[in-house]
């Protein structure tokens, strides 16, 4: 059983040592641990002081990609190097890592396909009131979107199963934590939450730069997320309002209508046939909207099928 501990690094020269010395050196269920850095486009000396501290597997990726583009790069090369688990930490040692055994146990004892480490938000000294309180809340939101009992979803404290590593697939450019959520649950795979401590704060966030412009991406992120995964049940919700609008306006016309008084509310016939024609559109909307999905759905299937086959390929090649 092999483990690759994968850490998305940019110009983290300062404190990628405080992070490499804390990770474990063995678990136990585990046979082999590795550690994967990815350089997202460091100026610093982020990849000299990885290779001077004794980590053998860097990925650099040239330029600045972002987070999500990090973490996906990070994942298909953990597959590569034939990770059974895939744990993914911040290069700022926010999480504790002597945690990392237990965020490994669920997999391990088949009880899980993704473990998503909980932060104590409430005790978190750096956190201001308001970012605490915003945490909960999205995390709340998250819970209700998903349908899943994840308590802290920004948490990029994660393991993942080679399984569920396979079926993930990030279309978001900023951050990859509330997607990977909503997606795992959508394929169908289990998911997990654990408490965990974290570490003082060595640098402030880098991922946004403030937290009401991190809400409105976290909120448009859902949102089409929902709309991707949850296609059918995104726009018959939204056409039945419509539907419903236009019947409660139509029949308040035809109330008039009976009672001889129709010619004085024309304009409520109108806008009621305006609804109820886009609401039967939204509805049509609804249904190619969910053929789309299961094509998607078998071309991910086929995706995953294709990326097994050549990483057992590799593999044998290897051997």
Same mark, same amino acid.
């Given at each position: 059983?092999?483990?690759?501990i994968q850490i998305?690094?940019?110009?983290?020269?300062k404190?990628?040592p405080?992070?490499l010395?804390?990770?474990?050196?063995?678990?136990?269920?585990?046979?082999?641990i590795?550690?994967?850095v990815?350089?997202d486009?460091?100026t610093?000396?982020?990849v000299?002081?990885?290779?001077?501290?004794?980590?053998?597997e860097?990925?650099?990726l040239g330029? @600045?990609k972002g987070?999500?583009k990090?973490?996906?790069?990070g994942i298909?090369?953990?597959?590569d190097?034939?990770?059974?688990?895939?744990?993914?930490?911040?290069?700022?040692n926010?999480?504790?890592?002597?945690?990392?055994a237990?965020?490994? #146990?669920?997999?391990?004892?088949?009880?899980?396909?993704?473990?998503i480490?909980?932060r104590?938000?409430?005790?978190?000294?750096?956190f201001?009131?308001?970012?605490?309180?915003?945490?909960?809340?999205?995390?709340?939101?998250?819970?209700?979107?998903s349908?899943?009992?994840? #308590?802290?979803?920004?948490?990029?404290?994660?393991?993942?199963s080679?399984?569920a590593?396979?079926?993930? @697939?990030?279309f978001d450019?900023?951050?990859y934590t509330l997607?990977?959520?909503?997606q795992?649950k959508?394929?169908?795979?289990?998911?997990?939450?654990?408490?965990?401590?974290?570490n003082p704060e060595l640098?402030k966030?880098?991922?946004f730069t403030?937290?009401f412009?991190y809400?409105?991406?976290?909120?448009?992120?859902? %949102?089409?997320m929902f709309?991707?995964y949850r296609?059918f049940?995104?726009?018959?919700l939204?056409?039945?309002?419509?539907?419903f609008s236009?019947?409660?306006?139509?029949?308040?016309?035809?109330?008039f209508y %009976?009672?001889?008084n129709g010619?004085g509310?024309?304009q409520? %016939?109108?806008l009621?046939?305006?609804?109820?024609?886009?609401g039967?559109?939204?509805?049509l909307?609804?249904v190619l909207?969910?053929?789309?999905?299961?094509?998607?759905?078998l071309i991910?299937?086929?995706q995953?099928?294709? #990326?097994?086959a050549?990483?057992?390929?590799n593999?044998d090649v290897?051997?």
């Amino acid at each position: 059983m092999k483990l690759v501990i994968q850490i998305p690094c940019l110009n983290e020269e300062k404190s990628l040592p405080v992070t490499l010395k804390d990770l474990p050196e063995h678990i136990d269920g585990i046979d082999e641990i590795e550690i994967l850095v990815i350089d997202d486009g460091s100026t610093d000396k982020t990849v000299e002081t990885a290779r001077n501290l004794g980590v053998k597997e860097i990925l650099s990726l040239g330029t @600045n990609k972002g987070l999500a583009k990090a973490f996906v790069a990070g994942i298909n090369k953990a597959l590569d190097m034939g990770a059974d688990i895939i744990v993914n930490t911040d290069a700022d040692n926010q999480y504790d890592a002597s945690y990392i055994a237990e965020l490994v #146990k669920p997999i391990l004892e088949k009880k899980a396909d993704i473990v998503i480490g909980a932060r104590p938000v409430s005790k978190i000294k750096h956190f201001s009131v308001l970012k605490k309180f915003l945490q909960k809340l999205g995390s709340f939101v998250m819970r209700f979107v998903s349908k899943t009992d994840v #308590k802290d979803a920004p948490s990029g404290f994660r393991a993942f199963s080679r399984n569920a590593a396979l079926q993930l @697939n990030v279309f978001d450019n900023y951050t990859y934590t509330l997607e990977t959520i909503i997606q795992a649950k959508a394929k169908g795979l289990v998911i997990e939450s654990i408490e965990v401590g974290v570490n003082p704060e060595l640098r402030k966030s880098r991922l946004f730069t403030n937290m009401f412009h991190y809400i409105r991406r976290s909120i448009f992120t859902m %949102l089409r997320m929902f709309i991707i995964y949850r296609p059918f049940r995104f726009f018959i919700l939204f056409g039945s309002l419509f539907l419903f609008s236009g019947l409660i306006i139509g029949a308040r016309f035809l109330y008039f209508y %009976l009672n001889g008084n129709g010619q004085g509310h024309i304009q409520s %016939l109108i806008l009621a046939s305006i609804l109820l024609i886009t609401g039967v559109q939204v509805v049509l909307i609804a249904v190619l909207s969910e053929l789309i999905s299961i094509n998607r759905k078998l071309i991910e299937d086929v995706q995953r099928m294709v #990326k097994s086959a050549g990483l057992k390929k590799n593999s044998d090649v290897i051997k």
